[in-house]
């Protein structure tokens, strides 16, 4: 699943390189960075999978890997123009794009090709350098050619003119990465941890990083604005547009009239170009990117099991939670009204009925319009190397087991010295504690949940084993931690103003660092490479479509007053979860912290 290669340092850390004179020296980000757009989604005609971005005036240069295709695309228009007609096989499989002044540069195979721009009719363009395995990127600035190659783990820099490779960075991700470059740094966006990031141009250092609203991002660039400035050294607004081209499969339902059967599932290429909007507070270490206006539908449909008879009956749900992420816009009731209590810090719907009847129909439930953004944390291990201790009521309240975590039996006792070994960073050892994790569970849906031995002895879980199994270790090396979820959007935002219906619940997790604070983490969905290196997209990141429900409390629960030991929820009614997508939103500096 994936190629394996040298896994780079992770949470930022880069690896030691001499810094060439010839590199450019950092420019300072302020406190804030702000990259802004209301631009449209561009959908240029004829091409199948973008693989490289480039801006040339008032246009966008696109490279297609497949057709061989170096397009002009109008961003007003989406009007499309194949530049290199006479030559396309020449760049069939090409990826990565930069124009410098009067040359082109892309990439082939294992090779960096540059030749003068515009094109001509009977160019040919030259081999800069050559790598011992596949590039995927290059971006050029000034006197210096940055080249990025996945199977290599590194990007290289060269001096433009002599050839001669100058130094290397260890690459930000695990993925495949496409490069630009700008004064305010290097940026990358990587095809599987679903994430741009902004580099130091001379160290490589990790600046931020933001996750990006769609999978697949294969290219970047900067289209420049005369609507944005600069205004003070405090802060860094970006003038310019930051445009991501996509690539990938989508599945569709076929009609072939032929066949005895004729709706036929099946794939065709999906590849489009997207502003990316940015807020990214430095001084605090995160940024949001691309949000969206949401709907939730939660319903129960009364319909139970067997005739019973319940007096004095209180049904409890959880609602959507207020975050630095996330925040609610309005919440009323569907079916049946409900009163509003708070339960450690989060909002419940309290339902009440004086009797619910043998048989009875009905519905109760909550529809919520909330604002949900991009997450993502920067923090490395050197920012939290000082945090404090754990205060006693953290440890009382997170560190106990109090949800069937096993953290009493053999199997997880041991599990959990072997996760973390020796470390004593806080950062690191949870790292290490979800990459073991990963190492000993593969995904598989379960009838039921099983208590983390039960899983980590099967060696497959579904995504409340895997957080079982994530809780207790984190929890025996005193990491407090909670359970947070229940339900993602359906990561379709183009699809507006019609309901969409998740195929399953999920839940994952938040872990607390003293003088930080809770920071999220998936429970399984970067669980994607074989005995990894694992993508690091969700450690400490949310993308737009999690939604924050009821941190650290139950779900839903009910009581009342003669409710029989063997009635549950599920013996009661079946419920209903509909999403709408409303409308895109740019992310704003958020007053709001949990």
């Not at 190659?149 to 001669?164: A, L, N």
């Not at 130091?200 to 991002?217: K, V, Y």
């Not at 975590?405 to 960073?425: H, S, Y």
């Not at 949310?542 to 629960?557: A, D, Q, R, T, V």
């Amino acid at each position: 699943m994936g190629n394996k290669k040298k896994a780079p340092r992770p949470l930022g850390l880069v690896e030691a390189a001499p810094v060439s004179p010839l590199l450019p020296d950092a420019v300072g980000l302020g406190r804030e960075f702000r990259c802004k757009s209301r631009c449209n989604t561009l959908r240029p005609i004829g091409v199948y999978a973008l693989a490289g971005l480039a801006v040339d005036g008032a246009d966008l240069l696109a490279v297609d890997q497949v057709r061989g295709y170096l397009v002009r695309i109008d961003p007003r228009t989406n009007n499309t123009t194949i530049l290199n007609s006479r030559h396309v096989e020449a760049w069939i499989g090409a990826v990565g794009l930069a124009i410098w002044r009067n040359t082109v540069w892309f990439a082939k195979g294992q090779a960096v090709f540059c030749g003068g721009w515009p094109l001509s009719p009977d160019q040919e363009p030259a081999c800069f350098a050559r790598l011992p395995y596949p590039v995927d990127g290059v971006a050029v600035w000034e006197s210096t050619v940055y080249v990025s190659c996945q199977k290599s783990g590194y990007i290289h820099v060269f001096e433009r003119s002599t050839g001669k490779l100058v130094t290397r960075f260890a690459q930000p991700g695990v993925g495949r990465e496409n490069l630009t470059v700008t004064a305010t740094g290097l940026w990358v966006c990587d095809r599987t941890e679903q994430t741009v990031y902004c580099l130091d141009r001379a160290t490589g250092e990790i600046q931020f990083s933001a996750l990006t609203p769609f999978a697949s991002p294969t290219g970047i660039a900067f289209y420049p604005t005369a609507d944005e400035q600069t205004t003070s050294s405090q802060e860094a607004i970006c003038d310019a547009i930051c445009y991501v081209s996509y690539a990938d499969e989508e599945p569709y339902v076929r009609d072939d009239p032929n066949s005895d059967f004729p709706y036929q599932l099946t794939f065709r290429d999906r590849t489009f170009i997207h502003p990316l909007n940015l807020h990214c507070n430095l001084e605090e270490h995160y940024s949001l990117s691309n949000g969206y206006l949401v709907e939730l539908s939660y319903v129960e449909e009364l319909l139970p099991l067997e005739a019973v008879a319940l007096n004095g009956l209180e049904w409890r749900i959880a609602l959507p939670s207020d975050t630095l992420r996330q925040r609610v816009r309005q919440v009323e009731a569907i079916g049946h009204p409900f009163a509003i209590e708070e339960q450690e810090g989060q909002r419940v719907a309290v339902f009440k009925f004086d009797q619910l009847q043998p048989h009875q129909g009905g519905l109760l439930g909550w529809r919520a319009i909330v604002e949900m953004y991009g997450l993502k944390y920067y923090l490395s291990p050197a920012d939290v190397e000082d945090a404090p201790a754990l205060s006693p009521k953290m440890q009382q309240r997170y560190l106990l087991d109090d949800d069937e975590l096993a953290m009493d039996t053999p199997i997880i006792r041991q599990a959990a010295k072997v996760a973390a070994g020796t470390e004593t960073n806080v950062l690191r050892k949870m790292l290490k504690i979800r990459n073991y994790v990963y190492d000993r569970l593969s995904y598989s849906i379960q009838t039921h949940i099983d208590t983390p031995d039960i899983a980590l002895a099967r060696g497959t879980g579904s995504c409340g084993e895997y957080l079982g199994l994530l809780l207790a270790l984190a929890r025996l090396n005193g990491i407090a931690c909670r359970t947070i979820g229940r339900y993602k959007c359906p990561p379709h935002p183009e699809i507006r103003n019609l309901p969409l219906e998740p195929d399953f619940n999920h839940v994952w997790l938040e872990f607390y660092v003293p003088g930080v604070g809770w920071l999220p983490m998936e429970s399984n969905v970067d669980d994607v490479i074989d005995s990894g290196p694992y993508p690091n997209r969700f450690f400490m990141g949310l993308s737009w479509y999690h939604m924050e429900i009821g941190k650290g409390i139950s779900f839903e629960k009910i009581k009342a007053l003669d409710k029989p030991d063997h009635v549950s929820l599920g013996d009661l009614a079946i419920n209903h979860i509909r999403f709408r997508i409303l409308d895109e939103l740019i992310p704003q500096a958020s007053s709001t912290s949990d």
